[in-house]
């Protein structure tokens, strides 16, 4: 007898619609494009790339909603519940599709080593900069004011 495929399972915010994927993921990548910053209305999505043949749709086929968009050879599909992105296809990888990190709880076999589009990524993004805690709010943290100025790499010419 053939061993079960191993699988991660996920979900969308109200639970509606969930989701089964091989495991591990393809591959997966921060993608800061414009398009995924308004999709998401983040300054950037996590995403796990994965086979067509290895995705299946356990419950709420029937409450996705698809946008395809003509102009990029793309669709993305969302929970018309909850509106929580689920998938991203891309038309030159129809074999491939892409699914939103934060939709699994567990690990997806891949960590997220590529940036997509970083050119594009917004300037009111964390930058890496140093945090610290917010007296009195627990689990907020703050950008520390910088004291010292910046660098100035301009030519002294």
Known sequence: ?????????????????????????VWAWHDHSKTTQH???????????????????TEGADVITRFEDPATNTARSFCARCGTPVFYERGHSPQMVNLPRALFASRTGREPRYHVRFEERPDWAYAGEPLSPLKGYPGVLRTRASKRKPPDFSDPA
């Open 39 to 57: 999709a998401h209305g983040a300054a950037c999505a996590t995403y796990i790339g994965c086979w067509r043949s290895k995705i299946s749709i």
């Open 1 to 25: 007898m053939a061993k079960p495929a191993s699988v991660v399972r996920g979900q969308c915010v109200c639970a509606a619609v969930r989701i089964e994927v091989g495991f591990p993921a």
